[in-house]
């Protein structure tokens, strides 16, 4: 990326900075050195919370591979973004992201230290952050991957898989899975540990909150919950996913 205003850290110290973060009803400073010192961390910094991008598939991929990235060493992943703490806890609860650490770079400090912020003024959004991922061991930067310093937002490199890919060839994610399930169903715990059990990894919408029964009846054809979807395809309730399974 020789033509690129955006340059490489790899084999540098990540840029010394704290954090000014909410928990709960208290203020609590965060450094980088609490974060990254004696750790591998994978880093993801994106334009800004609630936008369509981030939400939709940056933040919610790495959350969903957490565990293949912690069986392969990896002991947080970090979510980065030039956004005050309050968006960054109103974000990660929407998104319920529990897997993924975000930390508000509200004054752009280590943003502009790591050489990604720029200026999204056009958009009503100030400065901000580049969209980029790395992997930091013990505070320095051992990969990155800078998305294309082209027009708009590209998201090319920085995603989950690519970075998983990097840090373990050799695994293999699973096909997309979601369920539609609803509150207090039997059949719908049934299913979910049947999917635990085999180890898929899958999304849950929950009827009435993210899901209607309209939506339901219109994807599937049926009316009855669970129902379990693998790769694009319709399995149906938890009796068809166990046959389908076994």
């Not at 965060?30 to 004696?38: A, I, M, N, R, V």
């Not at 969903?64 to 806890?89: E, P, Q, R, W, Y």
Request: some cysteine; aromatic content about 8%.
């Amino acid at each position: 990326m020789s033509d690129s205003r955006f340059e490489s850290k790899e084999g540098q110290k990540i840029p010394s900075v704290s954090f000014q973060c909410r928990e709960g009803e208290n203020w609590v400073t965060k450094t980088t050195d609490t974060l990254f010192s004696g750790k591998n961390v994978v880093v993801f910094s994106l334009p800004g919370a609630f936008t369509p991008t981030c939400s939709s598939t940056h933040l919610p991929r790495y959350n969903a591979l957490a565990k293949k990235f912690a069986k392969h060493g990896v002991d947080d992943i970090v979510c980065i973004s030039v956004n005050d703490t309050f968006v960054m806890n109103a974000w990660a609860a929407d998104q319920e992201a529990s897997n993924i650490t975000v930390i508000p770079d509200g004054n752009g400090e280590f943003t502009e230290g790591m050489g990604m912020l720029v200026d999204k003024s056009e958009l009503g959004f100030g400065k901000r952050s580049w969209r980029y991922s790395m992997l930091v061991k013990d505070g320095v930067v051992d990969k990155m991957f800078i998305e294309p310093d082209v027009p708009g937002d590209p998201f090319e490199v920085s995603d989950a898989d690519t970075m998983l890919a990097y840090i373990a060839p050799e695994e293999q994610t699973n096909v997309p899975v979601s369920i539609i399930t609803k509150p207090g169903c039997p059949y719908c715990a049934k299913a979910k540990k049947l999917l635990d059990d085999k180890g898929y990894e899958f999304e849950e919408l929950t009827l009435g909150k993210e899901a209607t029964l309209t939506s339901l009846m219109a994807i599937s054809g049926r009316e009855t919950v669970p129902q379990v979807f693998i790769g694009g395809k319709h399995i149906g309730g938890s009796d068809d996913l166990e046959a389908f399974l076994s």
